[in-house]
């Protein structure tokens, strides 16, 4: 199976046509709320929630890829594909670091301005997010140690105007785009992971 995890607010409607066209790709939403506090806690709920076993593929946007990251602690994960996503917390833009306190005041409003000019059905997604989950992950993501050394091959597709996420280093997929490439970009990003995958489920 390949498991595909949405960022930060959002759902499995992160991952538009053509994503499903992938052989053994599904989208998921994130777990209800339970008052986990931690991205190692949330993955644990994931795989509990949507039966993600090793040998699985994982595909994360953003919050997700880095919870995907944790996943891959917990289980033998054969590829890790991040999408606008993070392998440690010191990728992510300074300013968002120092500015991420003010989530705990506004959440939902945070998601906004993290996302700038957002596609209509991200902010329908927004409207449905629950507040306490994304204070808990504003907090949790600025204190996560981020993947350290990994058997998983990891696989990075990346926004050049990602001001999110700048880009980092090493690329695999370089999409002039900015943070929601799974979304602005779905035909590029579908396309290169069967093209890795050689058409086929990535397993």
Known sequence: MIHALPGMGADHRMYPAPWTSIPGFVAHDW???AGE?????V?????????????DVLIGA????????????????????LIG???RKEEISTL??????LAQIAPLDWLRILAGKIPMELAQMFTSAEPGFVRAMCVAIFNWE???PSTTKVIRLHGSHDLVIPPPKTVDLLIDGGHLISMSHAAECAAFIMGDSGGGVLI
């Open 31 to 33: 777990v209800r709320y």
């Open 37 to 41: 506090q931690s991205l190692s806690e």
């Open 43 to 55: 993955a644990h709920s994931m795989c509990d929630s949507y039966h993600i076993n090793d040998g």
């Open 62 to 81: 953003s919050l997700g890829g880095m919870v995907a990251c944790e996943i891959s602690k917990i289980r033998d994960i054969s590829r890790l594909y």
């Open 85 to 87: 996503s993070a392998a």
């Open 96 to 101: 968002l670091t120092a500015l991420h306190p």
């Open 146 to 148: 981020g993947l350290g």
